[in-house]
């Protein structure tokens, strides 16, 4: 199904309580079907620990309201909080697949 409405993290811009308050409100439609609200945790600002801490907060929330989490960048913690997604920007995406052929490659 097509993505109705994505919450990307920001703290600077939105309260972590503000996005819960979201997330929760999206598992109580009735109407909501998987993808309509996707939360994209970004804050690539945080600490490692704190930016885990949060992973694993927002993973709580989305699995009980229903809806989709993705991690913006990181697919170790995406696959440590048992994420749906990763989002990767095209720069990143170049970076792994440069590890993953390693040095020798073209």
Same mark, same amino acid.
């Given at each position: 199904?097509?993505?109705?409405?994505?919450?990307?993290?920001?703290?600077?811009?939105?309260?972590?309580?503000?996005?819960?308050?979201?997330?929760?409100?999206?598992?109580?439609?009735?109407? =909501?079907? +998987? @993808?309509?609200?996707?939360? %994209?945790?970004? &804050?690539?600002? /945080? #600490?490692?620990?704190?930016? $885990?801490?949060?992973?694993?907060?927002?993973?709580?929330?989305? =699995?009980? +309201? @229903?809806?989709?989490?993705? %991690?913006?960048? &990181?697919?170790? /913690? #995406?696959?440590?909080?048992? $994420?749906?997604?990763?989002?990767?920007?095209?720069?990143?995406?170049?970076?792994?697949?440069?590890?993953?052929?390693?040095?020798?490659?073209?």
């Amino acid at each position: 199904p097509a993505l109705r409405v994505v919450q990307i993290t920001e703290r600077s811009t939105v309260p972590d309580a503000e996005v819960i308050a979201r997330i929760d409100r999206a598992g109580h439609t009735g109407r =909501r079907r +998987a @993808g309509d609200f996707v939360v %994209v945790l970004r &804050d690539k600002g /945080l #600490a490692k620990v704190e930016r $885990a801490r949060a992973a694993a907060h927002l993973r709580a929330a989305t =699995r009980a +309201a @229903g809806c989709l989490l993705f %991690v913006a960048g &990181d697919i170790e /913690l #995406a696959r440590n909080v048992a $994420a749906d997604g990763v989002h990767l920007a095209s720069d990143e995406v170049d970076r792994i697949a440069a590890a993953r052929l390693g040095p020798d490659a073209l």
